[in-house]
């Protein structure tokens, strides 16, 4: 109990999640007479980061960053415009589909918001778009970023809890493209009630020399969802892979990246990336604690007491999950539930594969709902508009995501069914 009273303390003064969980656990050996363990809490910390999965981040991360740097989002936007831009709110459906596309590169969910919101939100005002509801759209569109992969949310869950990174990648895409479909019923829907404003369809002249444009950043979603699927590459590997195509597009091809930027590229990536690696040390070292001390076991002992369906379980899940994202980023969500959890799904039959999609679904509502909704606020700031008035507008965005996440955890197969086909699990 002094554990769970000081880490809830700490979360609410502001304190970073790694230190607080730091806290916590030091707090729970000493609450447990647990001293011996002090000894080989080091080895715990620094054996969590020893693991080759957790090498996709980084170079995921350069993806993203050279995308963002090197104008390839520009060019997805031309090319989503020529497949939907013709559509009565055109644009709202060319949001979505280059969100989806992007988040085949990103796989962050935060960063794609920050780079759509640049891009987009300022176009559809010009249009004649609300603004409440082009910074509603970008956010939402946004929340595809770590379900369709590459994904960081998939990668950090099959490092805790020792799932095949392959696997998870390919488990999102179903699941990833419900919610691009399931957004766009809600941009139709409104614009059944409201005016949206019609777009007229390019030419094939015009339409050619964009859809050109993009071949060379629609090349690396191919490369690492081709060469995962087919075994070609690990999600490292694929990483890799897609780094040195970014690189070579923003450097040689379209000369949008000097080689003096090089070093603030990395500089910026090696600190996002402590900042992940130390949280995922640090929920590690907490679980391993908590597991000596047997509460893994009495909680499922408590859950298998309240309920013995697997279903009933996961939607008890997915309401801890969206209470956590109120107040924690979807990183910390993630990393704190997921070790406390699994013996629990492990000894519910319920897939470990599914699980990881049911909670990254879980996870992403976080990055829209207030307090915190980190995704809510960078919109928001892009478009200049209130909370409440983007709020208002969301909730519709929410509501379609509530819908996709229970069926995706009502119908397991919808993750698991691409992975098994693949043949990777």
Not at 277 to 291: K, R
Request: hydrophobic content about 60%; charged content about 5%.
């Amino acid at each position: 109990m002094l554990t769970l009273i000081i880490f809830f303390v700490l979360l609410f003064l502001g304190f970073p999640v790694a230190l607080t969980l730091m806290m916590g656990t030091l707090v729970l050996i000493a609450d447990n007479n647990l001293q011996a363990l002090l000894n080989t809490l080091p080895m715990n910390f620094y054996g969590a980061l020893e693991k080759n999965g957790l090498l996709a981040i980084p170079l995921f991360m350069l993806v993203g960053e050279v995308m963002n740097r090197a104008g390839l989002t520009q060019r997805l936007i031309s090319a989503a415009n020529v497949l939907v831009g013709g559509f009565r709110g055109g644009l709202a459906y060319v949001n979505l589909l280059t969100n989806a596309m992007a988040a085949a590169i990103l796989g962050s969910a935060v960063a794609q918001i920050a780079v759509m919101s640049k891009v987009m939100i300022p176009q559809m005002h010009q249009r004649g778009y609300n603004k409440g509801f082009a910074a509603a759209i970008t956010a939402s569109g946004g929340m595809m970023g770590p379900i369709i992969p590459p994904s960081m949310l998939m990668i950090i869950y099959g490092v805790i809890a020792f799932q095949p990174i392959a696997a998870l990648f390919v488990a999102g895409i179903i699941p990833g493209l419900l919610m691009l479909l399931a957004f766009s019923v809600v941009v139709f829907i409104v614009g059944m009630f409201s005016t949206l404003p019609k777009e007229e369809w390019l030419s094939w002249k015009d339409a050619a020399p964009k859809l050109i444009a993009a071949l060379g950043p629609g090349m690396i979603p191919v490369v690492i969802i081709v060469g995962v699927t087919s075994g070609v590459m690990t999600p490292t590997e694929s990483g890799a892979a897609a780094s040195f195509i970014a690189l070579i597009l923003g450097i040689f091809v379209y000369r949008t990246i000097r080689f003096s930027e090089i070093p603030a590229i990395l500089q910026s990536i090696a600190l996002s990336t402590a900042v992940i690696t130390s949280l995922i040390a640090a929920a590690t070292a907490f679980g391993w604690v908590l597991s000596f001390e047997g509460a893994p076991d009495r909680l499922v002992e408590a859950i298998v007491r309240m309920t013995s369906s697997p279903l009933v379980f996961l939607l008890f899940v997915n309401v801890i999950l969206f209470i956590l994202g109120m107040f924690l980023e979807t990183i910390s969500v993630m990393i704190i539930i997921v070790p406390v959890l699994l013996p629990a799904v492990h000894s519910m039959n319920i897939d470990p594969i599914h699980f990881g999609v049911v909670v990254s679904l879980g996870t992403v509502i976080g990055l829209l709902t207030p307090p915190v909704g980190p995704g809510l606020y960078v919109a928001m700031v892009q478009a200049d508009v209130l909370q409440k008035e983007i709020f208002f507008w969301i909730i519709p965005f929410l509501v379609a995501l509530i819908a996709v996440m229970g069926i995706v955890t009502v119908f397991p197969v919808l993750s698991v069914w691409l992975p098994a086909f693949y043949g990777l699990i």
